[in-house]
């Protein structure tokens, strides 16, 4: 039933249609806006090139940053290594070794001073 009704729609809408013709200015606007539109279209193409070109540059720029971004970071890790180990130790103290130079003077003084006694 809803079959033939939709045929019975199609059937007075084919029949009741009117034909439009069109006039020559019509015909040459129409024809205008379709090549400025294409025009438009193709010169969008390009542009879509041209952004998918440059995004593929920037992801390898990405990966290059990001390359560098690591190594520096290794960098600045094997840097914090070396100054660990070039820190000064315990015994490495300048005034430890005022102290123990400023005994050993007194010392070899106090000595000397009582082999001549």
Known sequence: MFIKFIILLFMSFCFTQ???TFTTDE?????????ELE????LNINYI???EEKSKEDSLLFVDY???IDN??????LQEERI???KPQWYNNKWIWFTLGVMSAGG?????GQITN
């Open 27 to 35: 015909v040459d606007n129409i024809f205008g806006h379709i090549q």
């Open 66 to 68: 990001k390359l560098k």
């Open 49 to 51: 090139k041209l952004l």
């Open 108 to 112: 070899s003084v106090h000595l000397a």
């Open 39 to 42: 025009l438009k279209d193709s």
């Open 72 to 77: 520096l970071q290794e960098q600045i890790d």
């Open 84 to 86: 660990k180990e070039i």
């Open 18 to 20: 009117e034909t439009h």
